[in-house]
């Protein structure tokens, strides 16, 4: 069963040119794979008729056979809980631990106290930061501060993971185990769509990978047909 599905999708900015022409793929459940291509190639764009920061100028987006031009209003925000987002700069709360940055999202969705410590403190956990959910982000290392985003996005149990360049500052080390984590993520149900223009990483992840250029979907590459990195 498809989780997403673009269909002729054309994205026009008010003024601006193209940023997406007549895009058209489907992502399987429990699948992962990347979005890559130069600056200013659509990806952000894509990514944003997702989690509905953007809406298309053309074409329809179906996520879970729903169509997202029909949610509109207080439906926003019950989509935007089966879509996980991750950013480049995490968007953490600074003057909030990582505790209450995890929480926020179960906090402002009415949980109760209880089932909010077992969901942050398992999502935690999961991600080695077990020990750290007193500290302040200005505590953590670059790689820890953009784990916690990720476990902000996963705190849901989101249907879908939508990543924007999620290792641009970070060193390779550290960006490859935040893929490999990115990889562990489709086994327990959460499909995973990241935007990444390093295509050394990308290739060595060996997933498939979607190629913009100029708003056109100009590849679709599956993972037997990547070259060694
Ligand atoms: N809010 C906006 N208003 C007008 N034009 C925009 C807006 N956002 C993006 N664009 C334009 O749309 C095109 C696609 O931009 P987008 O940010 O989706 O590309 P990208 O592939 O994510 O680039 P990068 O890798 O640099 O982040 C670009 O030409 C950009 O200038």
Do not use: W
Not at 14 to 28: D, I, K, N, T
Not at 99 to 108: G, W
Request: a positive charge; charged letters at 25%.
């Amino acid at each position: 069963m498809a989780v997403l599905r673009f269909d002729h999708v054309s994205k026009q900015y008010p003024g601006g040119r193209a940023a997406l022409s007549e895009v058209s793929f489907e992502v399987a459940a429990g699948e992962m794979l990347f979005l890559t291509g130069h600056s200013g190639a659509g990806k952000s764009t894509l990514l944003k008729l997702i989690h509905l920061a953007e809406r298309p100028s053309r074409g329809t987006v179906l996520f879970n056979d729903r169509n997202l031009l029909k949610v509109r209003g207080r439906r926003v925000a019950l989509h935007r809980r089966e879509v996980g987002v991750v950013f480049q700069d995490h968007c953490l709360l600074t003057d909030r631990s990582v505790f209450d940055n995890v929480a926020l999202p179960l906090v402002l969705r009415g949980l109760r106290r209880g089932e909010i410590g077992r969901r942050v403190r398992g999502v935690l956990e999961r991600l080695g930061l077990g020990d750290r959910e007193r500290a302040l982000p200005a505590q953590l290392s670059a790689g820890e501060q953009q784990r916690v985003g990720i476990a902000r996005a996963l705190v849901g149990e989101p249907r879908l993971l939508v990543a924007d360049e999620p290792t641009g500052n970070l060193d390779p080390t550290l960006a490859a185990e935040i893929m490999s984590l990115f990889a562990s993520l489709p086994e327990r149900g959460t499909s995973v769509l990241v935007a990444s223009h390093d295509l050394g990483l990308v290739r060595r992840m060996r997933k498939r990978v979607l190629v913009l250029d100029q708003g056109r979907l100009v590849d679709d590459i599956a993972p037997e047909e990547l070259a060694d990195g």
